[in-house]
Structures are given as C-alpha cells and as structure tokens.
C-alpha cells in the first residue's frame, strides 16, 4: 500500500519570505514523488519529481524539494515566495519497485502568499 | 509538450442529460489516462483509470454504468456522465501519461470540466 500526507492545510507566507510545504509518504519500495501545483479552476501543472540521484530536485518557477528517505519526506521549498505561488499544491507517490502504477495524491495545501 | 487538452471548460445542463467529455493528449501517447473528481474542499478522488484499448478500471465506490469511460486511441479518453443529477454537479479532471521507462513520468493534467447540473 501507498499513501501520502500533507499535514498542513494551508500555508501562509508573506512575499520574499521562503517558503515550506510539507509532504510524508509511505510506499513498499522505492517511491517516486511528485509535485504539482494547482491555480483556480484549473488542472494540476508537474511542478518537480522524485525519482533517483540527488536528493534535492530543482523544477519549475524557481520551485525545489528535498527528498529524505530517513523521514520519508518530500518537502516542497522555495527561497523567496511570490505573490503568483499563491495556489493549491499536491504531493504524489508511487511505488517504484513495481508495485502500482497510479500514484497517490495528498489532499492538497492551500498556499497563500501575502502581500 | 505534454499538453493535454480537456473539453469542454464548463457544462451546465438540465437533470437527466447526459454529458460528454473529452480529453486529448496533443502531443505525446498517453498509454494511460485518469478520471477524477475534485470536491470543493478541494481534495482529488480518483474515478477511473484507463489504458489505450482496454476496458477503464474503476475505483470502489465509483458506478461504471453511470460514468462511461472509453480509451479509444492512445491520444483521446471520453468520459461520460449519464443521466446526471444535481448530485454529479462537480469539477472533473483528467489527466495522461507515458507509461515508458518504468513508469517514472508525471501524469499530465487537463484544465478540467465545470459540470453543474440544473
């Protein structure tokens, strides 16, 4: 079995501050994570994934997340927030080792960026 | 690339309609396509999973008789709501994906559907 948590339902940060979105996961084997970001009415846009190598990833609009194997975490990170990151972010896991090949979605957190 | 297109944006209908909705992935062979339904406290429920050719997979809980599912080519997936009511009122999203390389791609997302039912 798969499953993720994010363990905060909304965020708030204000602009030029860094910013933090949690994520946990627990799969079998080796997981594949995945984040993407939702904006109003809108479909989910891939922002960075997980799969092997480095554990810090680099993805788009300046976005990062770290991956630690020893907390079974994935946070999502950003150095300075921006008023436009203000959006709804998932966090997704599947099992790499063979297991399923549809991932799991977190619920979701809700982001806000101050001005 | 790897753009998805999904229509249409937003369908309001009389209850008892049935509506259809299509999503195309535009540039790529989506082997797999996803159905979900995304409830105002915005979390995702994932509907059906489909692949090219092949009969959709439907989540527990989820009536395949009452959401038509069809896999038709590797670019385009329908998904239709019959005889829908009030109930079934909600934002649909599909998304695709390349099932290459072990499986290590993201799914990509169309804009989603607006259903309100009257």
């Known amino acids: 079995a798969q499953s993720v948590a994010q363990p905060e339902d909304q965020v708030n940060v204000a602009e030029g501050n860094p910013l933090t979105v949690k994520c946990t996961y627990s799969?079998?084997?080796?997981?594949?994570l995945f984040w993407y970001v939702q904006y109003p009415n809108r479909g989910l846009q891939f922002l960075l994934k997980y799969i092997t190598g480095d554990n810090l990833v680099k993805g788009s609009y300046g976005f990062e997340a770290e991956f630690n194997k020893s907390q079974t975490s994935f946070h999502l990170k950003k150095p300075s927030a921006l008023v436009s990151d203000s959006a709804l972010y998932f966090c997704a896991v599947r099992d790499g080792s063979g297991g399923s090949y549809i991932p799991t979605f977190g619920r979701g957190t809700s982001l806000i960026v101050h001005p | 690339g790897a753009v998805v297109s999904q229509h249409p944006s937003r369908v309001i209908c009389k209850s008892g309609t049935s509506v259809k909705i299509e999503c195309r992935s535009l540039d790529f062979q989506a082997t797999t396509m996803f159905w979900y339904r995304q409830f105002p406290k915005k979390s995702l429920m994932l509907m059906a999973t489909s692949n090219e050719g092949s009969k959709a997979t439907y989540e527990q809980g989820v009536e395949k008789d009452k959401f038509l599912i069809n896999h038709a080519s590797l670019t385009l997936s329908t998904l239709t709501v019959t005889s829908a009511h009030p109930e079934d009122s909600s934002f649909y999203i599909c998304s695709a994906s390349y099932r290459g390389y072990g499986g290590n791609q993201p799914q990509h997302f169309g804009d989603g559907t607006r259903l309100s039912i009257l």
């Open positions: 799969v079998s084997g080796n997981p594949y």
